[in-house]
């Protein structure tokens, strides 16, 4: 079988149909779907009336599978995170942000699924953060290289939303105490393509740990808008039993807030990775 793959624009994201999702994958399906997700970045898969057992399966054949420490999943396959408006303030993710890079070793990847939709509304964009990376100067590139940065969960999950409660305090200090910010480098390269891309996000990204305060502010400021410039950018609206693939090492996303007090409900397996290098 292959894979009928439709580019979306010239930055990044592609259309994928002539495949199952629900169904294991062969060896010659699997490394098709891994060099369009690597060549594209973000994928995009219509009809797909994937269960969460089947999600997980999935995801679990590009790599370990993340459980996350604050938002609520589905009890019987914990590794689906459950994005419900209906449940959980998810204002975080109407941010750019690339998923939990405050861990040593974020995403590689995620895998979307939309279960329940507003009738109009509820968009998700993409942002390709090697071609953003590729329309910087050379001179801002080589002050980059050297550059690390700081990433801190409590930034886009502040103890006011999520330790409401006793119960609810008591957990998000553990998982404060075990998920300290950690250090990346501010220019990331690809484990696989060896592309360089921005590796800084409005989402977890304190400071540039080598600058001043005001530079460090300075700086970031301009990434985070130089990296979601609309050329780097796809924008995909949603049916039902869609299914999104993106590539976490290269990618920010942002999903829009824009479709209260409508419903809109998301399942996610996320794919953990290596260190960034």
């Not at 895998?111 to 993409?126: F, N, R, S």
């Not at 250090?183 to 304190?206: E, Q, S």
């Given at each position: 079988?292959?894979?009928?793959?439709t580019?979306?624009s010239?930055?990044l994201?592609a259309?994928?149909?002539?495949?199952d999702?629900?169904q294991?994958l062969t060896a010659?399906?699997?490394?098709?779907v891994?060099?369009?997700l690597?060549?594209y970045q973000?994928l995009f898969?219509?009809?797909?009336?994937?269960?969460?057992?089947?999600?997980?399966?999935?995801?679990a054949?590009?790599?370990d599978?993340?459980?996350?420490p604050?938002y609520?999943?589905v009890?019987e396959?914990?590794e689906?995170?459950v994005?419900?408006?209906?449940?959980t303030?998810?204002?975080?993710n109407?941010?750019?942000h690339?998923?939990?890079s405050f861990?040593?070793t974020?995403?590689?990847?995620a895998?979307?699924a939309a279960?329940q939709?507003?009738?109009?509304?509820?968009?998700?964009?993409?942002?390709s953060?090697?071609a953003a990376?590729?329309a910087?100067s050379?001179p801002?590139?080589?002050?980059?290289?050297?550059?690390?940065?700081?990433?801190d969960?409590?930034r886009?999950?502040p103890?006011?939303?999520f330790g409401?409660?006793?119960?609810a305090?008591a957990?998000?200090h553990?998982?404060?105490?075990?998920?300290?910010?950690v250090?990346?480098?501010?220019?990331?390269t690809?484990?696989?393509t060896?592309?360089k891309?921005?590796?800084?996000n409005?989402?977890f990204?304190?400071?540039?740990?080598?600058l001043?305060?005001a530079?460090?502010d300075a700086?970031l400021?301009?990434?985070?808008?130089?990296a979601?410039?609309?050329?780097?950018?796809?924008r995909w609206r949603w049916?039902e039993?869609?299914?999104?693939?993106?590539?976490n090492?290269?990618?920010q996303h942002?999903?829009?807030?824009?479709?209260r007090?409508q419903?809109?409900v998301?399942?996610r397996?996320t794919?953990l990775?290596d260190?960034?290098?």
């Amino acid at each position: 079988m292959t894979l009928h793959i439709t580019p979306l624009s010239p930055a990044l994201g592609a259309q994928v149909s002539g495949i199952d999702l629900r169904q294991p994958l062969t060896a010659s399906l699997r490394q098709q779907v891994e060099d369009a997700l690597l060549q594209y970045q973000v994928l995009f898969f219509r009809e797909q009336p994937i269960e969460p057992q089947q999600q997980a399966a999935l995801a679990a054949q590009f790599g370990d599978l993340h459980i996350h420490p604050l938002y609520p999943n589905v009890p019987e396959q914990p590794e689906i995170l459950v994005l419900d408006t209906a449940v959980t303030d998810v204002r975080d993710n109407a941010i750019w942000h690339t998923d939990v890079s405050f861990l040593q070793t974020p995403a590689l990847g995620a895998v979307l699924a939309a279960k329940q939709l507003p009738p109009y509304g509820g968009d998700t964009l993409w942002a390709s953060s090697s071609a953003a990376y590729d329309a910087l100067s050379q001179p801002l590139k080589q002050l980059l290289d050297g550059l690390t940065a700081t990433h801190d969960f409590t930034r886009s999950f502040p103890l006011e939303r999520f330790g409401n409660t006793p119960e609810a305090l008591a957990h998000y200090h553990e998982v404060q105490r075990t998920h300290p910010p950690v250090v990346h480098p501010v220019i990331r390269t690809h484990p696989v393509t060896g592309r360089k891309g921005l590796f800084v996000n409005d989402g977890f990204t304190n400071r540039i740990n080598e600058l001043e305060a005001a530079e460090s502010d300075a700086l970031l400021r301009f990434l985070f808008a130089h990296a979601t410039r609309p050329e780097f950018t796809i924008r995909w609206r949603w049916q039902e039993n869609d299914v999104a693939f993106w590539d976490n090492r290269i990618t920010q996303h942002y999903a829009v807030d824009d479709y209260r007090p409508q419903r809109r409900v998301m399942h996610r397996a996320t794919v953990l990775g290596d260190r960034p290098r």
